[in-house]
């Protein structure tokens, strides 16, 4: 089982921290450190989510205001120079070093600086032109596939069908409840490539590792979660967070027999087949309304104010 060792926010723009992230993810056993190449000059304005929309007590578009969010982001910003030394500390510790790229005109600056691999996130699957990008730039490419519809994983594997990827089962809803897993996507994705597994946001706290340890026992190839050094309360991401601990209990459980895995779901987890879930399910409500804000959040903006999206030919 690969282990991929999400970063994300939970450095709280801190370098120093992130440095220490790094090393507790080489000694808990994670095979990559990741982080997730993020300005908050990228993020794009749309007036529909400066309100948001509810209609009878439903919720039509979610509400995100543009300032806010751009004032988060901004302090949790890790310039180019900081990334290329993370690069260069994950190559010194022996942890493979990967980024998540949310736009297009991030590649070149990407690629210089040492990242060979990259990810790209759930609501980009549809975005075949930075998947053709990717793939001409890296050497491997991991891609989630929540909130995405069956033609866009289709297609998207069709570009990198010659290529090194992985494909990523995710829910997203955050954090994510064990009845909403539906692992058996996974069996989907299998018809894609052989390299498939589960990217993680379930409530630590609630529901531990366990949710992951059922992905491990239905076949999941590569896990990503979220991962951090600080208490749960510390950062935005850390209540869907797993500890070096965590990781050290998952790269165990991972080389057991199957039979053993399973005695220990039963054991620990009642009814734990819950997570398989519908393989041919449809989105959820949450679902939709986290593709609609999400897919476009980020967009590429040139000198001369042109703007456009991933998805775009440019």
């Given at each position: 089982?690969?282990?991929?060792?999400?970063?994300?926010?939970?450095?709280?723009?801190?370098?120093?921290?992130?440095?220490?992230?790094?090393?507790?993810?080489?000694?808990?056993?994670?095979?990559?450190?990741?982080?997730?190449?993020?300005?908050?000059?990228?993020?794009?304005?749309?007036?529909?989510?400066?309100?948001?929309?509810?209609?009878?007590?439903?919720?039509?578009?979610?509400?995100?205001?543009?300032?806010?969010?751009?004032?988060?982001?901004?302090?949790?910003?890790?310039?180019?120079?900081?990334?290329?030394?993370?690069?260069?500390?994950?190559?010194?510790?022996?942890?493979?070093?990967?980024?998540?790229?949310?736009?297009?005109?991030?590649?070149?600056?990407?690629?210089?600086?040492?990242?060979?691999?990259?990810?790209?996130?759930?609501?980009?699957?549809?975005?075949?032109?930075?998947?053709q990008d990717v793939k001409k730039n890296f050497e491997k490419v991991f891609l989630s596939t929540g909130a995405s519809y069956d033609t866009e994983i289709k297609a998207a594997a069709e570009v990198?069908?010659?290529?090194?990827?992985?494909?990523?089962?995710?829910?997203?809803?955050?954090?994510?409840?064990?009845?909403?897993?539906?692992?058996?996507?996974?069996?989907?994705?299998?018809?894609?490539?052989?390299?498939?597994?589960?990217?993680?946001?379930?409530?630590?706290?609630?529901?531990?590792?366990?949710?992951?340890?059922?992905?491990?026992?239905?076949?999941?190839?590569?896990?990503?979660?979220?991962?951090?050094?600080?208490?749960?309360?510390?950062?935005?991401?850390?209540?869907?967070?797993?500890?070096?601990?965590?990781?050290?209990?998952?790269?165990?459980?991972?080389?057991?027999?199957?039979?053993?895995?399973?005695?220990?779901?039963?054991?620990?987890?009642?009814?734990?087949?819950?997570?398989?879930?519908?393989?041919?399910?449809?989105?959820?409500?949450?679902?939709?309304?986290?593709?609609?804000?999400?897919?476009?959040?980020?967009?590429?903006?040139?000198?001369?104010?042109?703007?456009?999206?991933?998805?775009?030919?440019?």
């Open positions: 089982m690969i282990f991929i060792a999400e970063f994300c926010q939970n450095h709280n723009g801190d370098f120093e921290l992130l440095k220490d992230m790094i090393y507790a993810a080489k000694e808990s056993g994670a095979d990559y450190a990741k982080i997730q190449n993020i300005f908050a000059d990228m993020l794009s304005f749309r007036e529909r989510f400066e309100g948001g929309l509810t209609s009878e007590g439903v919720t039509k578009v979610i509400k995100r205001p543009y300032q806010p969010e751009y004032n988060r982001l901004k302090m949790l910003e890790l310039s180019y120079d900081q990334q290329a030394e993370f690069v260069e500390i994950c190559n010194k510790v022996g942890i493979k070093p990967l980024t998540t790229t949310f736009n297009r005109m991030s590649i070149p600056r990407l690629k210089e600086i040492g990242f060979n691999e990259i990810k790209l996130a759930s609501y980009d699957c549809g975005s075949l032109p930075l998947i990198l069908k010659d290529h090194d990827f992985s494909l990523l089962h995710c829910v997203t809803i955050y954090p994510t409840p064990l009845n909403e897993y539906h692992l058996s996507r996974m069996e989907h994705l299998k018809q894609f490539t052989p390299s498939v597994g589960w990217s993680d946001h379930s409530l630590v706290s609630r529901d531990g590792i366990l949710g992951t340890i059922a992905s491990i026992y239905y076949g999941a190839e590569v896990i990503e979660r979220h991962f951090t050094i600080l208490d749960a309360d510390q950062t935005k991401d850390g209540p869907v967070s797993v500890t070096p601990k965590n990781v050290k209990e998952l790269k165990d459980i991972s080389l057991l027999p199957k039979n053993d895995i399973k005695y220990y779901l039963e054991k620990n987890l009642h009814n734990f087949d819950q997570t398989w879930g519908i393989i041919d399910r449809e989105l959820s409500h949450t679902e939709l309304l986290n593709r609609d804000y999400y897919r476009g959040r980020f967009a590429n903006k040139k000198a001369n104010g042109e703007i456009y999206y991933n998805w775009e030919k440019k």
